[in-house]
């Protein structure tokens, strides 16, 4: 008995230790940024329909490929037959059945197989883009809800610790109103304040909550899923230098798969117009058939008679094309347009990319530069409210002051947090469209009651 009991204990430890990945009824769901970008990767509509496609265009090119090889049929069929004689006296019924083998071998096309192969193999790969084209979408998509959910979480705690303090002040503030070294007034402000800032928490946490339901909605979380980030224990904002922006512009362009997709989609129209002029090419096929037959009112049994009545058939056959009422020259100039067209797409496609470039890596130096003015300006702000709540305690500022000053503060503290994540954003933006992993904070926060 104390055998199997052991058992059930260890089973029970090893189920305990495994991920959750769907929550039942009541259960947390917590999850990292690796984790949502992983569970988005695998179940996202957009990237599973982008991976169908490129089992259509396998199935596409194993059709194409095998164009090259020859047809082969073979059919086989009875037949009865009733007539009557001229003088309409009587008639007879025969019967009698038939039997063939058919086959059709391309010898040349123009070379339109080989292209059709080629232009297969391109689109192929071009499917493969994307579904990475997908996967960087969706990945710029998490992170930025993942951000914006950071974000709301420190703007709600940071409210929330002003509200612990506010209400110690005003309590302390009742104190020295009862003692009658504060007046009615400073602590009517005080009490303005101290509500104050519990409204600014309660938006912060709903923000947060709003937040949160984006990115499980974004995720596609089932509706009754009680989702959760888990946090990350530090967000630091990088300091490093970057790079020129030529460098960063040459190594988006050489990572990025839109640049290759549109280089193949230029490559798919060349063979396009080549298949086009192929038109004017003379084709050149062979076929061969063997068949037989046999009736009864012919005399011989079925065996002889199909053997004595077996013939065979082979031939080639010649197609050159003289006139084709403007089809063909119609086809080239099409093509030659779709080629145009693909040329001015892949020059289109670059041109937005580096523009993108460009506009995220001045928005990186502009808000590192804004978060480094955010410290100093939330520094100042908080000695001048120091110093002002000294004076307030020492009964030689009133409580109208005290009050500009701490919103001051708040105003101060409120812009460092954003400005830090907006510049901690724009640098993984950057980072990412350069081919480098995207990894936000380090360690997990320990649990914070009412932050979710």
């Not at 947390?28 to 569970?39: Q, S």
């Not at 063979?271 to 046999?294: C, E, M, Q, R, V």
């Not at 009112?297 to 053997?307: K, P, T």
Request: proline content about 3%; hydrophobic content about 40%.
């Amino acid at each position: 008995m104390k055998q199997y009991i052991n058992i059930l204990v260890t089973i029970v430890a090893c189920l305990s230790a495994l991920p959750v990945y769907a929550g039942e009824e009541g259960e947390e769901l917590r999850w990292t940024l690796d984790e949502c970008i992983d569970y988005a990767l695998e179940n996202n509509i957009t990237i599973q329909s982008s991976k169908i496609s490129i089992e259509t265009r396998e199935a596409n090119l194993l059709e194409t490929k095998s164009s090259r090889l020859p047809s082969l049929s073979a059919s086989a069929s009875v037949s009865g037959n009733s007539s009557r004689s001229f003088d309409n006296t009587g008639g007879e019924f025969s019967k009698g059945a038939q039997v063939g083998l058919n086959t059709d071998v391309p010898v040349y096309r123009g070379g339109i197989i080989s292209n059709n192969i080629k232009a297969g193999e391109i689109e192929l790969d071009k499917a493969r883009l994307d579904v990475e084209e997908a996967k960087n979408n969706i990945v710029l998509s998490i992170t930025q809800a993942w951000m914006n959910i950071l974000f709301a979480r420190e703007n709600y705690l940071y409210y929330r610790d002003v509200v612990e303090t506010t209400e110690v002040n005003l309590e302390r503030t009742r104190v020295l109103f009862e003692a009658g070294t504060v007046s009615r007034l400073d602590l009517a402000e005080l009490e303005a304040q101290y509500a104050s800032d519990r409204y600014s928490m309660v938006t912060a946490k709903n923000e947060l909550d709003i937040r949160i339901t984006e990115l499980k909605t974004m995720l596609d979380l089932p509706y009754d899923t009680n989702f959760r980030p888990l946090y990350p224990a530090s967000v630091e904002v990088p300091d490093d230098a970057l790079p020129a922006f030529g460098i960063i512009a040459q190594e988006v362009l050489d990572i990025r798969p839109e640049i290759e997709n549109s280089r193949l989609s230029q490559e798919v129209a060349r063979i396009d117009l080549a298949n086009a002029k192929a038109g004017y090419l003379p084709t050149l096929s062979f076929s061969a058939s063997a068949s037989s037959s046999y009736s009864d009112m012919y005399r011989g049994s079925f065996g002889s008679q199909m053997n004595d009545r077996f013939s065979q058939y082979f031939g080639l056959s010649l197609n050159i094309p003289i006139f084709s009422r403007n089809e063909n020259k119609a086809s080239v100039a099409r093509s030659e347009i779709n080629l145009r067209q693909a040329e001015l797409n892949a020059r289109q496609t670059r041109y937005d990319l580096l523009q993108t470039i460009e506009q995220v890596y001045v928005d990186v130096k502009a808000q590192q530069a804004r978060y480094e003015a955010a410290v100093e300006k939330a520094r100042s702000a908080g000695i001048s409210y120091e110093y002002q709540r000294e004076q307030f305690e020492l009964g030689m500022l009133n409580a109208i002051d005290l009050r500009q000053s701490k919103n001051a503060l708040l105003n101060a503290n409120a812009e460092l947090i954003q400005a830090r994540y907006s510049a901690l954003l724009y640098r993984k933006i950057l980072d990412f469209y350069r081919g480098q992993p995207i990894s936000v904070g380090s360690g997990h926060a320990e649990n914070i009651s009412d932050d979710r």
